[in-house]
């Protein structure tokens, strides 16, 4: 295993200026500052560099093969791989399971699927929706059921985002039909080139198979490939670990939109219109704000302090944002709204590019509805 | 309290904010906030005698000049609790006269014998404060002066420097108006009053600075607001249910909140700031933003709360409705939305330029 320093002991300037280094000195021949999540092919490059160098696991202790980052540091990296445009790699290992395998795996699970993770051999896939079972995720009805020391798993996951690209997968499946339903999901770990496992890609508005549809008919895992005890499921899946909620709710998407929405403005020629300026000023406040809101979060992180679930508060309004901040660009880029290819081939003045790039952040990670009923209740105090 | 505060600016905020009790009820009680209305001049000099002897008025005096050298942080919290309780006295109006005068402060105000408070503002609509002097003595108008009916002396602001005014002061005359809160506002007419001008170079940032605790004051009036009507979203039953089952006002309660925390988040950020050395353009946009910020807030929450509080919110019997009436009041001093952000386009050029 790779010997790394303790980053926490460095100083945040030059923890900042490692990164830099690291990234200019490393960064693939792949694109930059992506609106749409490339494919494994595109981004291996990347995750192997990443893994090579032992910078694929940032939060993970060192121990296991992460950085072991803190959430302040974590922040650092995280920015300076947003400020130079770092493709975003299939994380869903190394952010998602990984900290659940490492909560609730068992010595042998750990002991097979980290490395497999830090390697970039396992590339996993997070199975949760369902056509049913999305905002009300608990009514997950694709099933598994013992069967001679093997699970059987019959059903449909969907909105499986990068799910051709994966050759793992982790899914939520009904295991107890007669308690509630919260109470009767287990977590179980799926190989995609099991037999019985089909996937379908879905197209979406920007015409590109991000997520697909995947199968399960009569598909058998052994017995062991089950993350935590069975019908504990739900426990772990609602575990979004720790600052991942945090980051969620960062302002760079929005700040970054707002560069784009200036200089498709200043190509319409209305950068200077008093009109144009007085709803600029007023998202640019909100970016600003937002920030302020965004970093008070990450004080209470540094400062080791829990997370609330007002937390949501972040994600909320930084997701609707982004959006209004596209529909000013809808607005200001005129008729060029409706070309399917960027003007002058650059994709910062493609105005249809960040509409449709902002559409699933109010959906995915719990739609803004559910997010509302969660404050409503948890943090307002609200009646059922 | 006197001499050199704390370096913890939270200590120094609860100290001043438990010292506020004095003036603002714990228990949210409000009878006297809804007997003082359109009653002489809207506010009570007793109030006004007790800031001064709470040393509020010292809190922008730099230490060497006597003063607690207390930051905005301070200052905000402690106008954040003020406007929780509708507390009508020109309070942050004689913090930006000491502020102004440092040193210079008269002794009868520093003790509370006279109630001082600031006119700046040459016209409404706009933050001209140059005005009002010419030929070495004061000439023209104060307007929009807070406090003004019951005010003893004026720290008059104009571009010759500041002029402080006896209420008596041949050459001038107050007249004012009703608001909507049961307050007054001042105008101030100058017909040659001879005075001394202070120098001053620090005008635009105590207006910055008051900017800035203003927001604070409309964050805490609508803290209030909102929590009274998410107390009345609990109990209200209708249809067998407290109306705050309903996941239609669930979800506007959620947006109040929201705008709320990045109210409350950018005011104390940018406190922040000017406590630890902003730059001028800095200290224009941030100041600019919260002011927007905070009056849009209390435009929501007013127009949400009366609309959650259904017939009760348009009574005057109702506590909300004073929420309301001081926020229609006070969204607009200093700026309001629509000069706040001409404010922050005409910066734009700046950030271009830069």
Redesign the interface.
């Given at each position: 295993m790779i010997s790394l320093p303790d980053y926490n002991a460095m100083n945040d300037a030059d923890f900042r200026q490692t990164v830099r280094s690291f990234v200019e000195e490393n960064y693939p021949d792949i694109p930059r500052h992506a609106l749409s999540r490339l494919h494994w092919e595109e981004v291996k490059p990347w995750y192997l560099i990443l893994s090579e160098h032992g910078w694929i696991c940032p939060t993970w202790p060192r121990e296991n093969g992460g950085m072991g980052l803190n959430a302040g540091k974590h922040l650092i990296l995280i920015e300076e791989f947003e400020r130079y445009g770092c493709a975003r790699v299939n994380d869903i290992g190394p952010v998602m399971l990984g900290p659940l395998l490492l909560k609730y795996g068992t010595e042998a699970q750990k002991a097979y699927f980290l490395p497999n993770i830090l390697s970039g051999d396992h590339i996993w896939a997070q199975g949760y929706s369902e056509p049913g079972a999305g905002s009300d995720l608990a009514a997950v009805r694709c099933e598994a059921v013992l069967d001679g020391g093997e699970w059987v798993i019959n059903g449909q996951k969907t909105w499986t985002t990068l799910g051709m690209d994966a050759n793992w997968i982790f899914i939520l499946v009904r295991t107890d039909k007669t308690v509630k339903k919260q109470a009767g999901i287990s977590f179980l770990l799926v190989p995609m080139d099991a037999p019985g496992v089909t996937i379908r890609n879905i197209l979406n508005l920007e015409l590109e198979a991000e997520f697909c549809e995947v199968f399960f008919d009569d598909v058998r895992v052994p017995a062991d490939h089950i993350l935590g005890e069975v019908n504990q499921g739900w426990t772990a899946a609602k575990a979004l670990l720790g600052h991942e909620r945090v980051f969620i709710g960062a302002p760079r998407l929005s700040a970054s939109a707002m560069s784009r929405l200036k200089r498709i403005a200043r190509r319409a020629g209305v950068w200077e219109d008093?009109v144009f300026?007085?709803r600029?000023?007023?998202l640019?406040?909100?970016v600003?704000?937002?920030t302020?809101?965004f970093?008070?979060y990450v004080d209470k992180l540094r400062g080791g302090e829990d997370i609330g679930a007002?937390v949501a508060?972040l994600k909320?309004?930084q997701s609707e944002l982004y959006q209004r901040i596209s529909d000013l660009m809808m607005e200001v880029a005129e008729e060029e709204s409706g070309l399917r290819l960027p003007p002058e081939a650059d994709r910062q003045l493609h105005a249809a590019a960040t509409y449709l790039s902002a559409r699933p952040t109010t959906i995915f990670g719990g739609s803004t509805?559910v997010m509302?009923?969660v404050?409503?209740?948890a943090?307002?105090?609200?009646?059922? | 309290m006197s001499g050199a505060m704390n370096e913890d600016w939270q200590e120094n905020a609860r100290m001043i904010v438990d010292s506020a009790r004095a003036v603002v009820p714990a228990d949210g009680n409000l009878d006297r906030i809804r007997k003082a209305r359109f009653h002489g001049s809207g506010f009570d000099r007793d109030v006004m005698r007790q800031a001064a002897e709470l040393g509020w008025l010292l809190m922008r005096v730099k230490e060497d000049s006597g003063g607690l050298g207390l930051g905005m942080r301070e200052t905000c919290a402690l106008m954040e609790l003020l406007g929780g309780g509708l507390v009508p006295e020109p309070v942050l109006s004689s913090i930006m006269a000491a502020s102004l005068l440092q040193e210079a402060l008269p002794e009868a105000a520093l003790a509370g014998e006279a109630v001082i408070v600031t006119a700046w503002q040459d016209r409404t609509g706009a933050q001209d404060w140059r005005g009002g002097s010419a030929g070495g003595r004061l000439l023209g108008q104060k307007l929009n002066v807070p406090g003004a009916a019951g005010a003893d002396l004026f720290a008059v602001i104009t571009g010759d420097g500041i002029a402080v005014v006896p209420r008596d002061a041949n050459g001038l005359t107050v007249a004012g108006e009703e608001t909507l809160d049961g307050g007054r506002t001042g105008l101030l007419t100058f017909n040659g009053v001879e005075v001394d001008f202070l120098p001053c170079d620090r005008v635009e940032r105590v207006l910055q600075d008051a900017r800035l605790a203003h927001s604070a004051y409309l964050l805490g009036l609508s803290e209030r607001a909102l929590a009274i009507t998410?107390d009345y979203?609990?109990v209200r039953k209708q249809f067998d249910?407290?109306i705050?089952?309903f996941?239609s006002?669930?979800?506007r309660?959620?947006?109040m909140?929201?705008r709320l925390?990045?109210?409350r988040?950018?005011i104390y950020?940018?406190a922040r700031r000017f406590d630890t050395g902003a730059d001028d353009r800095t200290c224009s946009r941030?100041a600019a933003?919260c002011k927007?910020?905070a009056a849009d807030l209390a435009m929501l929450v007013a127009r949400e709360a009366v609309q959650m509080h259904g017939a009760m919110g348009i009574t005057d019997e109702a506590d909300i409705g004073l929420y309301v009436r001081k926020a229609m009041t006070e969204a607009n001093l200093f700026g309001g939305p629509r000069q706040q952000?001409?404010t922050?386009?005409a910066l734009?050029d700046q950030e271009d330029a830069a």
């Open positions: 008093p300026r007085d600029y000023v007023a640019q406040c909100d600003m704000d937002l302020d809101l970093e008070t007002d508060m909320i309004f509805e509302r009923n404050l409503a209740k943090v307002l105090d609200l009646p059922s | 998410l979203l609990r249910r407290p705050g089952s996941q006002l669930q979800h309660a959620t947006e909140k929201i925390e990045l109210a988040a950018a950020a940018t941030d933003r927007l910020r952000r001409a922050l386009a734009l």
